[in-house]
């Protein structure tokens, strides 16, 4: 039974939930337990997809796996870990350690993240497990979050070019959703509820404009409301942007080529 696990980011979960539920060739996901995949389990839950939670430690060995389903195994990852380059990497790291004794492959939805997960896929190679990280057609890693969401990165500095010279703040719907969460890890600002010092920082650093970046993806309905708060917070004029989730479909299909999973009729 070919078995992969995506090691993801929880800025990724509303793909990843668009992922499961488009995917006809899928026969069992399990979610790893644990307090980060809550969020990823209630929209789960709302898509009507079936799905099961496991500590990771409990989840079937190869040697259990002797049919010919597609089970998928999601990871989520906490926002913490992207505090630090190297805690992030240790943890990405370890995942995969983990994981690679339960499955046939690993896709990791991280980007380059500070370059730290530039050779991840090089540092596995030996691994009996497949290893795929988030890349284009020419085999380039995504920088972050918003290059994998926009498609390239020749779409992503584009968005930046465009705004000559001013500075562009990118919210997708889960950048949106926790983007306190985010300008901290970002190391924008030490307290994100300073609004008054985080604002300083903003006008300091040249930002002018934020990005609504639509994924067309509604499983966080309040999108709108949350982008309006931030530009109304920072004086920051939004722009329209839509995402484009080609290079993720491909990146997914890519991986379920890797441990021969075949279409489902």
Same mark, same amino acid.
């Given at each position: 039974?070919?078995?992969?696990?995506?090691?993801?980011?929880?800025?990724? *979960?509303?793909?990843?939930?668009? %992922? +499961?539920?488009?995917?006809?060739?899928?026969?069992?996901?399990?979610? /790893? !337990? @644990?307090?980060?995949?809550?969020?990823?389990?209630?929209?789960?839950?709302?898509?009507?997809?079936?799905?099961?939670?496991?500590?990771?430690?409990?989840?079937?060995?190869?040697a259990e796996q002797k049919d010919n389903?597609?089970t998928l195994i999601v990871d989520l990852?906490?926002?913490?870990?992207?505090?630090?380059?190297?805690?992030?990497?240790?943890?990405?790291?370890?995942?995969?350690?983990?994981?690679? *004794?339960?499955?046939?492959?690993? %896709? +990791?939805?991280?980007?380059?993240?500070?370059?730290?997960?530039?050779? /991840? !896929? @090089?540092?596995?190679?030996?691994?009996?497990?497949?290893?795929?990280?988030?890349?284009?057609?020419?085999?380039?890693?995504?920088?972050?979050?918003?290059?994998?969401?926009?498609?390239?990165?020749?779409?992503?500095?584009?968005?930046?070019?465009?705004?000559?010279?001013?500075?562009?703040?990118?919210?997708?719907?889960?950048?949106?959703?926790?983007?306190?969460?985010?300008?901290?890890?970002?190391?924008?600002?030490?307290?994100?509820?300073?609004?008054?010092?985080?604002?300083?920082?903003?006008?300091?650093?040249?930002?002018?404009?934020?990005?609504?970046?639509?994924?067309?993806?509604?499983?966080?309905?309040?999108?709108?409301?949350?982008?309006?708060?931030?530009?109304?917070?920072?004086?920051?004029?939004?722009?329209?942007?839509?995402?484009?989730?080609?290079?993720?479909?491909?990146?997914?299909?890519?991986?379920?080529?890797?441990?021969?999973?075949?279409?489902?009729?």
């Amino acid at each position: 039974m070919p078995v992969l696990s995506f090691i993801a980011c929880r800025i990724f *979960e509303n793909e990843i939930v668009y %992922l +499961i539920k488009n995917d006809p060739a899928i026969d069992e996901v399990i979610v /790893v !337990e @644990s307090e980060d995949s809550k969020n990823l389990q209630s929209k789960l839950d709302y898509e009507a997809c079936s799905y099961r939670v496991l500590p990771i430690n409990e989840l079937p060995q190869k040697a259990e796996q002797k049919d010919n389903k597609f089970t998928l195994i999601v990871d989520l990852l906490e926002f913490a870990l992207d505090a630090s380059p190297e805690k992030l990497k240790n943890g990405v790291y370890r995942e995969i350690e983990t994981m690679s *004794e339960y499955v046939d492959g690993v %896709l +990791i939805f991280y980007g380059l993240c500070g370059n730290v997960l530039g050779q /991840v !896929e @090089s540092d596995f190679s030996d691994y009996p497990c497949y290893v795929g990280i988030l890349k284009d057609e020419k085999g380039e890693i995504m920088d972050d979050c918003i290059a994998a969401s926009l498609g390239s990165r020749e779409t992503y500095l584009d968005a930046i070019m465009g705004c000559r010279g001013e500075g562009i703040y990118f919210l997708t719907p889960m950048q949106a959703k926790y983007w306190r969460d985010m300008l901290k890890i970002a190391g924008i600002t030490p307290d994100p509820d300073n609004i008054e010092m985080t604002k300083y920082v903003f006008d300091y650093s040249g930002y002018k404009k934020v990005a609504k970046v639509d994924t067309g993806l509604d499983y966080d309905r309040d999108f709108e409301d949350k982008v309006s708060e931030f530009s109304r917070l920072f004086e920051l004029d939004v722009v329209e942007m839509n995402a484009d989730l080609g290079l993720i479909e491909k990146c997914y299909q890519n991986a379920k080529d890797h441990i021969g999973v075949t279409q489902s009729d």
